[in-house]
């Protein structure tokens, strides 16, 4: 079921993931100045927190824009071939022990102002290249979707099975091909 949910049997090609990356964060962008009205970036940024967190609308699209971006994450991650459900916990579990030591020891966090340390935005970066720059698994080994044509057992099919004569492949394989010995 959670497969389903967060992305985790989905896959998603690194072009597509950035695409679908940045348009979501400026379709995000551009609704918080459309229900502000401030613009990003003017310097102004605790008055654009305070009012983005007193607006609903806003508040429940960054909680659905934060399950996007986990949903694509997710599926990139299946794409390179990892298992998503062990990278993305231990993803969260990384985070989670990034902040709790940004604010044990604030010496060691971004700025005074972040909840983060550096090591943990490096972290954040190698992951984002990573998710980017690495290729495709592309094995193809994995089941293939269910075609709506063939007779299958269940969402996915099995991969066919070889026919014919294989004594004869076996015998051009040995040179016995032409009659020749």
Known sequence: MLGYLFGFN???????FA??????????????????GTPPGNGRMDVLLAQATNSDLILVSFFAALAINFMLQSMRVRDIGWDPASVMVCWIALVAVDKVAAGKFPDYALTYQHTGTT????????????????PSSGSSKEPQPYDQGSTSEGYWRKAPEPTGNTSRISRVANGDFGGRK
Do not use: D, E
């Open 19 to 36: 695409l679908a990356t940045f348009a979501l964060g400026v379709g995000f962008v551009m609704l918080v100045y459309g229900v502000t």
């Open 10 to 16: 989905a896959r998603i090609g690194r072009v597509p």
């Open 119 to 134: 090591i943990g935005a490096l972290a954040n970066l190698a992951w984002m290249l990573a998710l980017l720059a690495w």
